[in-house]
């Protein structure tokens, strides 16, 4: 009987080609509520769930407002809505989906995303036939950094940490994915210098999709199949 393994993804900039999107429509509702924030600094917290990208960039404290937080956050999404109905996949996604689903990998998402945006990038992946299942920012208490999502994912998949990949495009998603114990590769996609990724834990790092996809037979998945 084949051995039972987990292919884990992070969606936005991984799967999905949006990081930017979500730098500009951040710095928008920033700017709306009067704060300052460099594109710069938000392109580095993006793939941090809301509540925590407020903290890393507006920093934590018992003088910020909790109303102005929903609102910031409210404004996001509606800010970032706009796109729903053309957020682009990265090139050969969906087949790289596909590819490890044929090798016998189950397909999980893992992913800060929920409801009609969650919806909105499953569409943009267009392999939903492959996907078992995902996990969103509804599913967890903590977002990556921590362990939580990828653990998750991890039950849903029914896998060891041993027995499972995590592919993602932040130093968060590399982050929880050595928290979580399973093998972290990136990929360049979503904007992050490779020498960050490496340095939060990756264990290979590729260009975007299609590159893994290329290399498939000397990636980290040959491996653990062999």
Excluded: C
């Amino acid at each position: 009987m084949a051995t039972k393994r987990a292919a884990i993804f992070d969606v936005d900039g991984t799967l999905v080609d949006t990081n930017h999107l979500h730098v500009v429509t951040w710095w928008e509702a920033f700017r709306q509520a009067g704060h300052h924030v460099p594109m710069r600094e938000i392109h580095r917290a993006v793939g941090l769930s809301g509540g925590d990208l407020l903290d890393h960039l507006l920093g934590e404290g018992d003088d910020r407002d909790p109303d102005e937080d929903e609102q910031l956050v409210a404004a996001h999404h509606a800010l970032y809505a706009t796109y729903f109905e053309r957020l682009p996949a990265l090139e050969e996604a969906g087949d790289l989906l596909r590819a490890l689903a044929g090798r016998g990998w189950e397909i999980v998402l893992a992913t800060s995303a929920s409801g009609a945006e969650l919806s909105a990038l499953r569409g943009a992946i267009g392999a939903d036939e492959v996907i078992l299942g995902a996990t969103s920012a509804d599913d967890v208490d903590d977002g990556k950094p921590a362990p939580d999502p990828v653990r998750r994912a991890r039950e849903l998949a029914g896998v060891p940490s041993e027995r499972a990949v995590f592919v993602g495009d932040t130093v968060w998603d590399m982050k929880a994915a050595v928290r979580d114990g399973v093998v972290p590769v990136a990929v360049l996609s979503g904007g992050i210098p490779r020498a960050d990724l490496e340095a939060a834990g990756a264990r290979a790092v590729y260009r975007d999709p299609a590159g893994l996809l290329r290399h498939m037979d000397t990636s980290v998945f040959a491996d653990q199949e062999s």
